[in-house]
Every structure is written in structure tokens, then in C-alpha cells.
């Protein structure tokens, strides 16, 4: 059982728009960053996201992150079948005093 | 070139013990905090370990805590994750993770090293 809740799967066609959602509480994404990471299968997973809605240099502006009170959220325009990956939210948690994750999220482009 | 490099997993028996590394290039290992997260093949990740830049502060997950201790060199840029008394459940891929600028969580992680805990 994860801290994080995040849907187990999204699917969206080609050039699409998709959201991941990341609901957490007060103590951890209610008063922290949220972090996300994209893994494909058998590989480490990497940073797309970082401090809620910054992105590393050499991610595609097509990656987008955004906070909402104890949520947090990713959302991938222009969709495209190498975007096929799991997805993982993370954020501090001052009340278990270490970082906690979502569940992932597999994306699929149908 | 930032890279962190695993090593040390293997197959061990219930009760066992075991010792992870995490060797790094490409970055000065002493200014930046440590992490070990684990994941179940076809799971999701769970946090392990961390440690500051020069090691006199630890912190662990309850489900290790008293088993597992997180330690580093910087003279030799490695990290370290002692794993004693070790159970099936803690079979998974350990990752190091470093906490970059873009903190407090990871900007870079190592490829993983299988540890599986059978008899």
C-alpha cells in the first residue's frame, strides 16, 4: 500500500493529452515538492519532474507538472508510443521523516 | 558524465547478510546526499536508506531499521548499504540515488543491483 495514490494505468492515443494524478495529504505533497519519475521497463527510472512543475534539461516541454493542494499532478501532450512507460510521484513526508512514492501509473499508447 | 554504478547483490539465504555498493564518477561525491530505494520487479518503488554528504547523518525506512545501515567513503566516492538478517521480502533491485540540486528528492539513479533473499 503506497503513501501516494496514483491511478494503476492511463491510456490515450497518439498527439493526445493525458493527466496522472498523485494524491497524497498534509504532510507530505500538502507541504512538500512533488517529484516525478518516468521508468521503462527493466531500466532506472529517470527524473522528468522536479520541485512540482520544473523540468531537467533534456526533458521535452511536452512533460508538465503542477501542485494543487495535496495533489499532484503530470500531464503529457502530443502523445507518442516511446512515452509508454510507468510513471512514480514522490515527495518528502515530514511525518514519516523520509520520501514516500505512488504506486506508478503504466501508460499505454493505444 | 554523472554516473553511480551498483554492485554487490546476489542470492543469499534467509538470515544472511549482505553488502551493496554504489560506486560514482562524474560529480564530487562529498558535497551531495546518498539514497537507497528498492523495488520488487513489477512493483512500485520503495525508499530504503539515506545519508548526508558527510555521513554523520542517517536515516532508514521502519521496514529495515535495525537491519539495514546506509554508510560512504568519499575517499573512494562509494556508497555502502550493510544488509544483515535479511528476509525474503527484502528480494527487490536496490537503487543509489543522488539528491542534486534539484532537491530534496533524486536527479540521478544508479541501474540496480538484484539482491534475492531464498533458501
Known amino acids: 500500500q503506497s503513501v501516494l495514490t496514483q491511478p494503476p494505468s492511463v491510456s490515450g492515443t497518439p498527439g493526445q493529452r493525458v493527466t496522472i494524478s498523485c494524491s497524497g495529504s498534509r504532510s507530505n505533497i500538502g507541504s512538500n515538492f512533488v517529484y516525478w519519475y518516468q521508468q521503462f521497463p527493466g531500466t532506472a527510472p529517470k527524473l522528468l519532474i522536479y520541485t512540482n512543475n520544473q523540468r531537467p534539461s533534456g526533458v521535452p516541454d511536452r512533460f508538465s507538472g503542477s501542485k494543487s493542494g495535496a495533489s499532484g499532478y503530470l500531464a503529457i501532450s502530443g502523445l507518442r508510443s516511446d512515452d509508454e512507460a510507468d510513471y512514480y510521484c514522490?515527495?518528502?513526508?515530514?511525518?514519516?521523516?523520509?520520501?514516500?512514492f505512488g504506486g506508478g501509473t503504466k501508460l499505454t499508447v493505444l | 558524465e554523472v554516473q553511480l554504478v551498483e554492485s554487490g547483490g546476489g542470492l543469499v539465504q534467509p538470515g544472511g547478510s549482505l553488502r551493496l555498493s554504489c560506486e560514482v564518477s562524474?560529480?564530487?561525491?562529498?558535497?551531495?546526499?546518498m539514497h537507497w530505494v528498492r523495488q520488487v520487479p513489477g512493483k512500485g518503488l520503495v525508499w530504503v536508506s539515506r545519508?548526508?554528504?558527510?555521513?554523520?547523518?542517517?536515516g532508514t525506512a521502519d521496514s529495515v531499521k535495525g537491519r539495514f545501515t546506509i554508510s560512504r567513503d568519499n575517499a573512494k566516492n562509494t556508497l555502502y548499504l550493510q544488509m544483515n538478517s535479511l528476509r525474503p521480502e527484502d528480494t527487490a533491485v536496490y537503487y543509489c540515488a543522488r539528491v542534486g540540486a534539484t532537491g530534496p528528492l533524486w536527479d540521478y539513479w544508479g541501474h540496480g543491483t538484484q539482491v534475492t533473499v531464498s533458501s
Open positions: 545519508i548526508n554528504n558527510d555521513g554523520t547523518s542517517t
Open positions: 514522490a515527495a518528502w513526508d515530514d511525518s514519516l521523516r523520509g520520501p514516500v
Open positions: 562524474g560529480f564530487t561525491f562529498s558535497s551531495y546526499w
